[in-house]
């Protein structure tokens, strides 16, 4: 069993940055992959960014490629989500999610495949 708790979301002016983390339970090393995924009310859950535990390999979408960076750090247990040049539309629940089968730590779609999730942080651009 994988529990996941997020925190570091906020409000923050567009262009600004803010750092979410994913604390890992008991051990980071029972998922194959980790993830952030956000949902806007009324809208489906959307990927962010995937990294896959044992290789360090990332994935993004193409919406925070060269904005956003995922990274995890083993020894703390935590995963971490880097978002500069913030825009409003980047308002949304932040999740994060992980994976214990498969060999792919999909960004696609709205997350099916992820077995674990957080209960969200909220992160709240403004204009």
């Known amino acids: 069993q994988v529990q996941l708790v997020e925190s570091g979301g906020g409000s923050v002016q567009a262009g600004g940055s803010l750092r979410l983390s994913c604390i890992v339970s008991p051990y980071a090393d029972r998922a194959i992959c980790m993830a952030w995924f956000r949902q806007v009310p009324g809208k489906e859950r959307e990927g962010v960014a995937s990294i896959k535990y044992s290789s360090g390999a990332t994935y993004y979408a193409d919406s925070v490629k060269g904005r956003f960076t995922i990274s995890q750090d083993i020894a703390k247990n935590t995963l971490y989500l880097q978002m500069n040049s913030l825009m409003p539309e980047d308002t949304a629940m932040y999740y994060c999610?992980?994976?214990?089968?498969?060999?792919?730590?999909?960004?696609?779609?709205?997350?099916?495949?992820?077995?674990?999730w957080g209960q969200g942080t909220q992160v709240t651009v403004s204009s």
């Open positions: 999610a992980a994976l214990d089968y498969g060999t792919v730590c999909p960004v696609e779609g709205a997350g099916s495949p992820y077995n674990y």
